[in-house]
């Protein structure tokens, strides 16, 4: 039986939730039922059967830290990198579970495929991980440094700090094949994203607050040119109604018919490098960037939601750490499954 922890000392509280950098940890309304949910998990999920809060405690104390300083130094010097981590981890999460299988080089790797040739952060995890294979060697996942490396790029760019449990394993398996038929594409449907969503154990509200991602980071532009057609002129016009007239204009300037293949736009126009709850303003503004963001919107099961994270960023706060301790758990391998890499790059032979 899940119970509510409310009542612990704090001390024990904090190995076990987020702190929010904006909404105090007193004021917190649904504190109670996160901690349930934490608990929920732990007790009942497979996925979490052999994960735990702070797994690396006696064998590499200061993993967390080295992972986060790694992070936050990067960040400092290339204010995408939080937004490409993030990215990073949804990718690897979503095909073979969270395994670290996205990092895997080679041809027919996962890494090869289109839909992932414009991931980056690559560097960010390496260098962690060398540094641990320094202090802690054979100890640490690359799966679990994905996993901390996109918590902490949340946290430094103003989003909740949250404790999540580790123990992932490293995969052996990345193939190119098994990419697109996981991961969402900015042309997707509802029902098109719901079936991929549902078959990773996540809900419906799990797509509209882990979709809040796109409050930072950026796109190219072939990422959202399915809502423009050109016309004789060699100009883009727009023909997605959904989006207000005067972003598309800009887009269009931005991204015009001609434009270079490394040109990008950041996702949210408003606060690029925050994160916050702006992404929803952007959606209620019909200034969603993808068409995947804009059926959010203009679906009866998600406007509602939609609408209510644009108004609440605590909401939003809370709700985005539950549901990434669930994205997070996709599918990971523990106890003698997989291997501790000694590189990220490869398995160990």
Same mark, same amino acid.
């Given at each position: 039986?899940?119970?509510?922890?409310?009542?612990?000392?704090?001390?024990?509280?904090? #190995?076990l939730l987020m702190e929010t950098t904006s909404v105090p940890f007193s004021a917190r309304p649904h504190l109670c039922s996160f901690l349930a949910l934490v608990l929920l998990y732990v007790v009942s999920s497979p996925c979490f059967a052999s994960l735990f809060f702070n797994f690396y405690g006696a064998s590499c104390p200061a993993a967390e830290l080295i992972v986060s300083n790694k992070v936050r130094s990067a960040s400092s010097s290339d204010p995408t990198?939080?937004?490409?981590?993030? !990215?990073?981890?949804?990718?690897?999460?979503?095909? @073979?579970? +969270?395994?670290? =299988?996205?990092?895997?080089?080679?041809?027919?790797? @996962?890494?090869?495929?289109?839909? /992932? !040739?414009?991931?980056?952060?690559?560097?960010?995890?390496? =260098?962690?991980?060398?540094?641990?294979?320094?202090?802690?060697?054979?100890?640490?996942?690359?799966?679990?440094?994905?996993?901390?490396?996109?918590?902490?790029?949340?946290? *430094? =760019?103003?989003?909740?700090?949250?404790? *999540?449990?580790?123990?992932?394993?490293?995969?052996?398996?990345?193939?190119?094949?098994?990419?697109?038929?996981?991961?969402?594409?900015?042309?997707?449907?509802? #029902?098109?994203?719901?079936?991929?969503?549902?078959?990773?154990?996540? $809900?419906?509200?799990?797509?509209?607050?882990?979709?809040?991602?796109?409050? *930072?980071? $950026?796109?190219?532009?072939?990422?959202?040119?399915?809502?423009?057609? @050109?016309?004789?002129?060699?100009?883009?016009?727009?023909?997605? &109604? &959904?989006?207000?007239?005067?972003?598309? #204009?800009?887009?269009?300037? !931005? +991204?015009?018919?001609?434009?270079?293949?490394?040109?990008?736009?950041?996702?949210?126009?408003?606060?690029?490098?925050?994160?916050?709850?702006?992404?929803?303003? /952007?959606?209620?503004?019909?200034?969603?960037?993808?068409? $995947?963001?804009?059926?959010?919107?203009?679906? /009866? !099961?998600?406007? /509602?939601?939609?609408?209510?994270?644009?108004?609440?960023?605590?909401?939003?706060?809370?709700?985005? &750490?539950? $549901?990434?301790?669930?994205?997070?758990? *996709?599918?990971?391998?523990?106890?003698?499954?997989?291997?501790?890499?000694? =590189? +990220?790059?490869?398995?160990?032979?």
């Open positions: 039986m899940a119970v509510c922890v409310c009542s612990l000392p704090k001390k024990a509280l904090k #190995n990198i939080p937004g490409k981590l993030v !990215r990073l981890v949804f990718h690897d999460c979503f095909v @073979e579970g +969270c395994d670290a =299988s996205v990092l895997l080089q080679g041809n027919g790797t @996962e890494r090869s495929d289109p839909g /992932n !040739r414009s991931l980056g952060g690559f560097q960010v995890i390496d =260098s962690a991980k060398r540094n641990l294979e320094i202090f802690c060697p054979g100890t640490v996942s690359c799966a679990d440094v994905v996993a901390l490396a996109a918590r902490d790029a949340v946290a *430094i =760019s103003g989003g909740p700090q949250l404790q *999540i449990p580790t123990g992932r394993r490293d995969g052996r398996v990345s193939a190119a094949a098994n990419v697109r038929p996981n991961i969402i594409d900015t042309t997707f449907t509802m #029902n098109e994203m719901i079936s991929i969503f549902t078959a990773k154990g996540l $809900s419906l509200e799990d797509l509209v607050v882990l979709s809040g991602a796109h409050t *930072i980071g $950026s796109a190219h532009c072939s990422a959202f040119r399915d809502r423009f057609q @050109e016309n004789s002129k060699g100009k883009l016009t727009l023909i997605d &109604s &959904s989006l207000d007239k005067n972003y598309a #204009n800009e887009l269009t300037q !931005r +991204c015009p018919v001609d434009a270079s293949d490394s040109i990008t736009v950041v996702n949210d126009p408003e606060t690029s490098l925050s994160f916050d709850n702006q992404y929803y303003r /952007n959606l209620v503004a019909h200034k969603g960037l993808f068409q $995947s963001d804009s059926v959010l919107l203009d679906d /009866n !099961r998600t406007r /509602n939601l939609v609408e209510d994270l644009a108004n609440d960023q605590g909401r939003f706060f809370e709700s985005w &750490s539950q $549901s990434f301790l669930k994205l997070t758990s *996709i599918g990971v391998k523990t106890g003698e499954e997989g291997e501790i890499r000694q =590189s +990220c790059s490869m398995t160990n032979g």
